[in-house]
């Protein structure tokens, strides 16, 4: 697995994405719309799925995501909010 720390995105806060992953753990998406692309980012840490859930839909957000790459598939999980 290769792993990327670090890397900025900025786009508009569409919502975050509830639901029940394997063995009924909770998994959270946040998705953004950078220019006419959608992307989905895994949110894994409770303190910061708190943070987004208060930050207001439609308005631009900068956040620091870490990717990982296995068998030719990247990840993406965000790890904080740059203000």
Do not use: C, W
């Not at 786009?11 to 953004?32: P, Q, R, T, Y």
């Not at 895994?42 to 207001?56: A, C, F, G, H, S």
């Not at 631009?60 to 790890?79: C, F, G, P």
Request: proline fraction near 1%.
């Amino acid at each position: 697995m290769k792993k990327l720390d670090g890397i900025l995105l900025e786009g508009e806060n569409i919502g975050l994405e509830k639901f029940a992953g394997k063995d009924n753990k909770m998994v959270v998406n946040l998705h953004l719309l950078n220019g006419f692309e959608s992307i989905k980012l895994r949110v894994q840490d409770t303190n910061l799925v708190k943070l987004l859930e208060e930050y207001p839909k439609r308005k631009l957000i900068k956040v620091k995501v870490n990717a990982q790459v296995y068998k030719d598939e990247m990840y993406l999980s965000v790890s904080s909010i740059i203000n």
